[in-house]
């Protein structure tokens, strides 16, 4: 009974390869966003979905591409991984978008070769 | 530019009491948000302040003052448990756009 879950827990993989991390919650939250944790530990968000529809896209390459296909999931996919891709990802989610706690998931570590 | 700034690490012994500081500077505010993390855990809600003054919620308690952009946790009777990084929040709009700090790591010793 996960609140928000990811798969995978552990990605290790090549440079130049694509790669898909998965995020699911169950607490009928509304809205879901991906974070990028580096190795300094500052946390940075990426995306928000608000109700499948995108609210927060950040200066990001638009290697990664976040997809919505429902409320309950938020998937992160990247092309082209590059060395400094290497990070942890959490995904999180909230009731709404306005003044309400996030709940994140475990956190996916990639590491890139 | 925005910034967070938080100290780095801290020391204190078990049963002692333990202020972190966090102060702010973001272009939007919509609330303050402490979040505590384990090393290799994702974070974990403990306290928000939207208003200036104190909110306590049992050994852990969090102040804001808006005009001075800053706030404080305040960890109580700490145990061992509570080594960890703590994290301050901004959200800095109503979408839910968080900016975070690099994390204060507390380290209580017996």
């Known amino acids: 009974d996960t609140a928000v879950s990811q798969t995978p827990k552990y990605l290790v993989t090549q440079m130049g390869n694509d790669k898909s991390i998965k995020c699911e919650q169950n607490?009928?939250?509304?809205?879901m966003y991906w974070y990028k944790q580096d190795s300094k530990k500052f946390l940075k968000i990426m995306f928000s979905?608000?109700?499948?529809?995108?609210?927060i896209n950040e200066t990001v390459p638009n290697r990664f591409s976040p997809k919505s296909p429902d409320k309950a999931h938020l998937n992160l996919h990247i092309n082209s991984l590059e060395l400094g891709d290497s990070a942890v990802y959490f995904c999180?989610?909230?009731?709404?978008?306005?003044?309400?706690?996030?709940?994140f998931g475990p956190g996916t570590r990639l590491t890139v070769l | 530019g925005q910034n967070i700034d938080q100290p780095t690490e801290m020391t204190a012994t078990e049963g002692a009491i333990v202020q972190i500081n966090c102060t702010y500077q973001?272009?939007?505010?919509?609330?303050l948000f402490w979040y505590q993390q384990h090393a290799g855990e994702a974070p974990t809600f403990l306290s928000y302040?939207?208003?200036?003054g104190l909110e306590e919620k049992g050994r852990f308690s969090s102040f804001l003052s808006r005009s001075k952009g800053y706030s404080y946790l305040l960890l109580k009777e700490l145990q061992m448990k509570d080594s960890a990084s703590y994290l301050c929040?901004?959200?800095?709009?109503?979408?839910?756009?968080?900016?975070f700090g690099a994390g204060t790591q507390v380290v209580v010793t017996p």
């Open positions: 607490l009928g939250h509304d809205t």
């Open positions: 999180a989610s909230s009731h709404s978008s306005r003044l309400d706690t996030q709940y």
């Open positions: 973001t272009s939007g505010f919509n609330g």
């Open positions: 979905y608000n109700n499948k529809e995108l609210i």
């Open positions: 929040a901004v959200l800095t709009d109503s979408w839910g756009k968080f900016q």
């Open positions: 302040n939207v208003l200036d």
